[in-house]
């Protein structure tokens, strides 16, 4: 089965630094997807990017960027910039054939 | 407003009591699926459904039932829940398994 580490439980950043969050994963396969998602204490779970393996091209959203390194299986998620509202857990995620497996999570505190 | 509605948000409950967790979406879209949430452990995928009438078990399905009768409605049942089914769930959907999951905003459950 496939897996997803993040292994950083919980990570702090200055508010308007950059801070990049660790995911690797497991797998066999070549084809597959990988999201990460954003909980703020709301509990609301939001979409703040998505990497499809097959692109070697990585995703930008905005502030946000992930740096795909396909043969090492990792995924990290680079904020910039950051802000106050950034403050949240943040999952990594990895998707193939209607199977979603997500990392247990890296809580982020902005400090002011 | 496009959304994933669940109810209720929170429920205390004793074992072996039926229950069934609400989950209703007005997006039209095909794919929905069920999510557990534990500390250190992140979301686990229990139960999805690629269209009507087509569910298929998650990761973790054990004790836990759904159906899918209308697209819009996946509801989650418990038919005789146990204090390690406490947990926070959350119901997601999305137009395919490939695009942009919505999630609800959770169900606290609570088994005693």
């Known amino acids: 089965a496939q897996t997803v580490t993040q292994s950083q439980p919980e990570m702090s950043v200055q508010e308007a630094e950059t801070v990049t969050l660790s995911c690797t994963y497991d797998t066999s396969e070549s084809d597959y997807y990988l999201f990460w998602y954003k909980q703020p204490p709301s509990r609301q779970m939001i979409l703040v990017i998505r990497q499809e393996a097959y692109k070697q091209q990585n995703a930008t959203e905005n502030r946000f960027s992930v740096n795909f390194q396909k043969a090492a299986k990792s995924f990290s998620l680079k904020i910039s910039d950051s802000q106050l509202g950034d403050a949240a857990m943040y999952f990594c995620a990895y998707f193939r054939n209607n199977d979603m497996r997500f990392g247990a999570g890296t809580r982020l505190t902005v400090k002011p | 407003e496009a959304q994933v509605t669940q109810n209720p948000r929170y429920l205390i409950t004793v074992t072996g009591k039926k229950l069934t967790v609400t989950c209703s979406q007005n997006m039209n879209h095909e794919y929905m699926s069920w999510y557990r949430q534990d500390p250190g452990l992140g979301l686990r995928q229990i139960y999805y459904?690629?269209?009507?009438?087509?569910?298929d078990k998650g990761d973790v399905p054990e004790g836990y039932k759904v159906s899918r009768k209308e697209k819009r409605n996946f509801p989650l049942i418990l038919e005789s829940p146990s204090p390690n089914q406490t947990s926070l769930y959350f119901c997601?959907?999305?137009?395919?398994?490939?695009?942009?999951?919505?999630f609800g905003q959770g169900t606290r459950l609570t088994v005693v």
């Open positions: 997601a959907s999305s137009l395919t398994a490939l695009t942009e999951a919505f």
């Open positions: 459904s690629m269209n009507v009438e087509v569910t």
